[in-house]
């Protein structure tokens, strides 16, 4: 039955073939929109794999009705509405230089769409600003055809920038759709480029990968985070996935997978589970519960606990998450000598592992005693039928949280780059070979009049000198020279220290809306580091070994 407006209009009885019903409908359309239809419709035969060519008074007629719609619809009385005009997708930064952006160019170009931006947020009056320009825009030229480039006057633009919340300027983020994440790092040139580049390959999403290109991966970048998926993965978990590349920039990478010889490698029995890949060693996030897998900031306080190599570079912009609350056993390594280096930090990492496992083996066994003395006294209430006592049993929670120990951590700093501030602090010159310091972060934080200083202790061919630790004097802070007896002024820090490369690179002006002179990281990172804070670092040394011993402090 054929139908036209709810009403039936044709009824076709028996088996019929497809002729008698396209003839059937062409008759019915053809009523209801004359001279749209074609003449002639040429059906394609069974089994055909293309349509068949239609004849030319067909396509003519065909065209001519199009073309007289078109006609009256133009010359209707109503008009269509105008439609915005859209931006046409091509490369990012077709010019190379930095894009000037208002509030509304920055909802249409940044937050409305998926295209990476790094945006510079600025004040014309800020000397920060005025010295970080020249590298922005040079940035903007080595990004040509590869990522966006703006920045913002925020003076201008006052209010884009207090829905932004800033803190300072100058302020550098980077935005992908309606996600964004601050740069903390130095700002050079080059510092400004391998961020870029390292946020250009997260814009394509997670990567999924397999056992071979893991391992291929694996050689080039020394953190990468796995994520471990089935087809059971609900797009809840994908989505809460996708949320956690950008925060991870500059640190570690993210990939995930579903290969059976990954699961086998990594012994995954449930999903999905997330690991991160240091040096070849596992380490697993254990979420009790799903909404703990997908709850992004529980997921990145894990993974910024975790995504510092073995042994990291200890550098003016990570020096402080290395240091701060933790005993480091620091490497002073001359990087000119490759020969020694490589030969260094292998020990180093050797004695990182060594060291790690053997706090996992002590954690497994402290966990042990605590459920076995747990279940004795279980035993003793159930033999004397204390059901008070049985009860207070059992409701013993097994505490394994070890924030009041020190966590002991490693990791090895440049020693002719950084030479005269070594020499400085810890009174050790690279030049006399390379050297292992155990540095207490805390001791450096005492007040002066119960700092005491230890010096390193130094062990050579030659023999062994030592000297004993010391109190400071009450007029103030210890000497940080080597030798006690030494009554000579305390040098001053070098130009090139940790200290001022970060105060040189991360200052910041004060916004008009705070009352801080700069961003609480950088001005606590500069009271750390200052010299007048307190005594030498170093809580105990040994020198690094020569050719021929097993680890540097043995």
């Known amino acids: 039955m054929l139908y036209k407006d709810g009403e039936v209009v044709e009824t076709l009885r028996g088996v019929k073939n497809m002729t008698v019903l396209s003839d059937a409908v062409e008759a019915a359309l053809t009523k209801t929109k004359p001279d749209t239809r074609p003449k002639d419709l040429v059906l394609p035969p069974p089994g055909a794999k293309n349509m068949p060519k239609q004849s030319e008074s067909t396509s003519a007629r065909g065209s001519k009705a199009t073309g007289s719609s078109k006609k009256k619809s133009k010359t209707a009385g109503h008009k269509a509405p105008a439609k915005k005009p859209v931006r046409p997708a091509g490369k990012p930064n077709r010019n190379g230089t930095s894009f000037e952006l208002d509030a509304e160019s920055f909802q249409d170009m940044v937050t409305m769409t998926q295209e990476p931006w790094f945006i510079k947020f600025y004040a014309p009056w800020c000397h920060h600003c005025q010295a970080m320009a020249s590298s922005w825009q040079q940035l903007a030229k080595e990004m040509k055809g590869k990522l966006n480039v703006g920045e913002v006057n925020c003076d201008a633009h006052s209010r884009l920038c207090k829905d932004v919340r800033l803190r300072g300027y100058p302020t550098v983020l980077f935005f992908r759709g309606g996600e964004r994440v601050e740069y903390d790092g130095l700002r050079g040139l080059g510092d400004f480029v391998q961020y870029a580049q390292k946020a250009i390959d997260i814009s394509g999403g997670v990567q999924d990968v397999d056992a071979e290109s893991l391992r291929v991966l694996e050689e080039k970048e020394e953190v990468v985070f796995v994520y471990f998926y089935d087809h059971a993965t609900t797009s809840e978990d994908f989505n809460a996935l996708e949320r956690l590349p950008l925060s991870l920039i500059g640190h570690a990478k993210l990939v995930k997978t579903k290969d059976p010889a990954l699961y086998d490698r990594y012994k995954i029995t449930t999903w999905p589970r997330l690991v991160v890949s240091r040096e070849g060693r596992p380490t697993y996030y254990n979420p009790l519960t799903p909404k703990e897998m997908r709850d992004t900031h529980q997921v990145l ?149 119960d700092a005491t200083r230890a010096n390193p202790r130094r062990i050579g061919n030659t023999g062994t000198r030592r000297s004993r630790a010391t109190p400071s004097s009450p007029r103030g802070p210890p000497s940080r020279r080597p030798s006690t007896r030494s009554r000579r002024r305390r040098p001053r820090s070098s130009p090139n220290s940790p200290s001022r490369a970060w105060r040189r690179s991360s200052s910041t002006c004060a916004s008009p809306s705070r009352s801080t002179p700069s961003s609480p990281s950088a001005a606590s990172w500069a009271s750390w580091w200052a010299p007048r804070r307190g005594s030498a670092a170093a809580s105990g040394a040994r020198a690094a070994a020569t050719s021929g011993s097993t680890t540097p402090w043995a």
């Open 301 to 449: 306080n894990w993974m910024k606990s975790v995504w510092l190599p073995i042994v990291p570079e200890l550098t003016a912009s990570n020096a402080r998450e290395i240091m701060d609350g933790k005993l480091v056993v620091l490497g002073i390594l001359n990087r000119e000598d490759q020969e020694s280096f490589v030969s260094a930090k292998r020990e180093m990492k050797s004695a990182a592992s060594e060291w790690m496992d053997k706090q996992i083996q002590l954690f497994q066994l402290e966990r042990q005693e605590l459920r076995d003395a747990k279940q004795l006294r279980i035993e003793e209430a159930e033999d004397r039928n204390d059901q008070r006592a049985l009860r207070a049993a059992k409701s013993i929670r097994i505490n394994m949280d070890r924030a009041e120990k020190k966590e002991v951590a490693f990791a090895w700093v440049d020693g002719v780059f950084w030479q005269r501030w070594i020499r400085t602090t810890y009174g050790i010159d690279v030049k006399d070979g390379e050297r292992v310091i155990i540095n207490d972060e805390d001791v450096s934080r005492r007040p002066p009049h």
